[in-house]
């Protein structure tokens, strides 16, 4: 799907679209997968089904299928990879939301919301398991070596995004986090999405220097979507009120208060117990106008240029194009 020039939706609308194609089969199977299990206890399978009335996981089947493609194969060929991959997401979602303690996204309850963390844990419990043992069956399919190889990827990747999660941990309620040290962060989670494509490669039979580039472009665009996330939690009033409570604070707001000038302003209408419409239009035009947030929205564009370069390798011209849009998309209107 490639935007022409009488297209009225912006590049993000494009891109999702065409990635909510790309994993409706997949969402159904999963979906499908887990509601014929018999759980033995009720409140579980009803927090299964409350959790898929607000579940939706485009990207991770999303960038499987386009890694897959862009060595040459048809992802369609390839559902149970790319399940595994969206239920181990979803494991890691829900305990996420633990951690966080997140009850409630968009104005759904989430699980822990609704249910409690008990439920929650075994819930994601049970995603991972299924994930992991669909991941088994279709990886026994390939050559021993690859085989091998992507349970490798899965475990380096995985603990990589863990570490960072654990990491985060300590970071929570302090104004004085390193914005160089929580951007590490932010590039070891991304470890997840470099796991979608390096793994969409390997089972689309690509080579080695076909998988490195996918999973350098995953690296890529999974930390371009992340901090894409951190701008949009200071124009959103209250995710940033939880992250300033609960979390760290948003990576624009960490780079701003670098400044010496600035620092004492922002810790002024940070030290509020709850920002009002006000506090944040009055916060936004400190950091968004900051030297420190430009220069970041400059090193954003450098790494899309790299993903434009390694992607003049895939002969797919469509597949191609989208991969160009997903990171060029990241940087729209900030």
């Given at each position: 799907?490639?935007?022409?020039?009488?297209?009225?939706?912006?590049?993000?609308?494009?891109?999702?679209?065409?990635?909510?194609?790309?994993?409706?089969?997949?969402?159904?199977?999963?979906?499908?997968?887990?509601?014929?299990?018999?759980?033995?206890?009720?409140?579980?399978?009803?927090?299964?089904?409350?959790?898929?009335?607000?579940?939706?996981?485009?990207?991770?089947?999303?960038?499987?299928?386009?890694?897959?493609?862009?060595?040459?194969?048809?992802?369609?060929?390839?559902?149970?990879?790319?399940?595994?991959?969206?239920?181990?997401?979803?494991?890691?979602?829900?305990?996420?939301?633990?951690?966080?303690g997140?009850?409630?996204?968009?104005?759904?309850?989430?699980?822990?919301?609704?249910?409690?963390?008990?439920?929650?844990?075994?819930?994601?419990n049970?995603?991972?398991?299924?994930g992991?043992?669909?991941?088994?069956?279709?990886?026994?399919?390939?050559?021993?070596?690859?085989?091998?190889?992507?349970?490798?990827?899965?475990?380096?990747?995985?603990?990589?995004?863990?570490?960072?999660?654990?990491?985060?941990?300590?970071?929570?309620?302090?104004?004085?986090?390193?914005?160089?040290?929580?951007?590490?962060?932010?590039?070891?989670?991304?470890?997840?999405?470099?796991?979608?494509?390096?793994?969409?490669?390997?089972?689309?039979?690509?080579?080695?220097?076909?998988?490195?580039?996918?999973?350098?472009?995953?690296?890529?665009?999974?930390?371009?979507?992340?901090?894409?996330?951190?701008?949009i939690?200071?124009?959103?009033k209250?995710?940033?009120?939880?992250?300033?409570?609960s979390?760290?604070?948003p990576?624009?707001?960490?780079?701003?208060?670098?400044?010496?000038?600035?620092?004492?302003?922002?810790?002024?209408?940070?030290?509020?117990?709850?920002?009002g419409?006000?506090?944040?239009?009055?916060?936004?035009?400190?950091?968004?106008?900051?030297s420190?947030?430009?220069a970041?929205?400059?090193?954003?564009?450098?790494l899309?240029?790299?993903?434009?370069?390694?992607?003049?390798?895939?002969?797919?011209?469509?597949?191609?194009?989208?991969?160009?849009?997903?990171?060029?998309?990241?940087?729209?209107?900030?």
């Open positions: 799907m490639i935007m022409n020039e009488k297209d009225s939706r912006n590049l993000s609308q494009v891109v999702m679209e065409e990635m909510d194609i790309r994993s409706r089969r997949c969402q159904k199977f999963v979906r499908t997968l887990l509601l014929s299990e018999k759980f033995e206890y009720e409140k579980l399978r009803e927090a299964l089904k409350h959790y898929f009335t607000y579940w939706n996981d485009p990207s991770h089947p999303g960038l499987f299928s386009v890694a897959c493609e862009a060595v040459g194969c048809d992802p369609t060929n390839q559902i149970e990879p790319e399940a595994a991959l969206s239920m181990l997401a979803a494991a890691f979602d829900l305990h996420d939301d633990i951690i966080d997140s009850k409630s996204k968009n104005g759904v309850p989430t699980v822990l919301g609704k249910y409690g963390p008990e439920i929650t844990l075994l819930l994601g049970a995603f991972m398991t299924y992991f043992t669909l991941m088994g069956k279709a990886a026994d399919k390939l050559p021993r070596e690859r085989s091998d190889k992507a349970f490798s990827v899965l475990k380096t990747l995985f603990f990589e995004v863990g570490n960072a999660h654990a990491s985060e941990l300590s970071m929570k309620h302090k104004f004085g986090v390193s914005p160089r040290q929580y951007m590490r962060i932010i590039e070891k989670k991304a470890a997840s999405t470099e796991a979608d494509m390096r793994i969409g490669a390997l089972f689309g039979g690509g080579n080695a220097e076909e998988i490195d580039a996918m999973a350098r472009c995953g690296r890529i665009l999974g930390t371009l979507a992340m901090l894409r996330e951190e701008f939690d200071v124009f959103d209250e995710e940033l009120n939880h992250r300033i409570q979390e760290t604070l990576v624009p707001i960490l780079y701003s208060l670098q400044v010496k000038e600035l620092k004492k302003e922002i810790e002024e209408i940070l030290d509020k117990k709850r920002l419409a006000q506090d944040i239009h009055r916060l936004l035009d400190i950091v968004m106008n900051s420190p947030v430009e970041l929205r400059k090193h954003m564009k450098g899309v240029i790299i993903v434009n370069d390694l992607s003049r390798k895939i002969p797919n011209v469509e597949t191609r194009k989208l991969l160009n849009n997903m990171v060029t998309c990241t940087l729209e209107d900030l």
